[in-house]
């Protein structure tokens, strides 16, 4: 019962356009959502979060946006770039601030970056 | 601030053999937590501490595995009687409790390999 859902596997865009990662989530009691990137044999770094209060959260050349009615997030990455090519994970917790569990992720989406 | 660090990075053991990876947490972090990441999966849950106390384990934490905290500061994620299945990527993260969200930050990972 995957309670975070990323359904492509892989993504492949081209250098300079805009790249759409999407994430859905079956918990209704999840209010804070974050992106991590991860290269291989490295541990997931911190990307970007949204707290359930917003729809949108801006930094730099990453966006995310949360619809709440429909359970989904997207990361958007604008202009995409080289390194960006990496495995991105969202991931869901229940509580902000605190709380009683960790994150509970999707299974990731590879992007690859074309040149 | 150094981040979190693990070690060993990779660790290679026969079937039956116990091993233990160590993790430092940001300095100033209070809650610390264990996560396991397999091929094609993303990170699950183990285990978190705030401070020197286990507040929550996962299903997926046998009793084979055992977490300690012992001083709020590093912690140890013991495996006995080690099984291929454990063979897996180990992540320690660390986070602020009752800062803004519950962003968890991820040290790169030890490798476990049970031949």
């Known amino acids: 019962d995957q309670q975070v859902k990323q359904n492509s596997p892989s993504l492949s865009v081209q250098e300079g356009r805009i790249s759409i990662l999407n994430c859905d989530y079956t918990n209704s009691m999840f209010d804070y959502f974050l992106w991590y990137k991860k290269y291989p044999a490295e541990g997931p770094t911190f990307l970007i979060s949204i707290s359930s209060i917003k729809d949108k959260n801006e930094d730099g050349r990453f966006t995310v946006f949360l619809n709440k009615s429909a359970k989904h997030l997207s990361l958007h990455i604008v202009p995409s770039q080289p390194g960006d090519s990496a495995v991105y994970f969202c991931a869901a917790s229940g509580y902000s601030g605190g709380g009683a569990d960790g994150l509970t992720f999707g299974k990731g989406t590879h992007l690859i970056i074309q040149p | 601030d150094t981040g979190v660090s693990q070690d060993p990075r990779h660790k290679i053991t026969k079937r039956g053999q116990n091993v233990t990876f160590r993790c430092d947490p940001i300095?100033?972090?209070?809650?610390l937590y264990w996560y396991r990441q397999t091929l094609g999966q993303g990170p699950e849950f183990l285990t978190y501490?705030?401070?020197?106390?286990?507040?929550?384990k996962s299903r997926l934490l046998s009793d084979r595995f055992s977490a300690e905290r012992p001083k709020g500061s590093f912690s140890t994620l013991e495996i006995q009687r080690t099984e291929q299945g454990d063979s897996a990527m180990y992540l320690c993260?660390?986070?602020?409790?009752?800062?803004?969200?519950?962003?968890?930050?991820f040290g790169e990972g030890s490798w476990l390999t049970v031949v």
């Open positions: 993260a660390s986070s602020l409790a009752g800062s803004a969200g519950n962003t968890i930050y």
């Open positions: 300095s100033e972090h209070n809650r």
């Open positions: 501490f705030q401070n020197e106390a286990q507040l929550e």
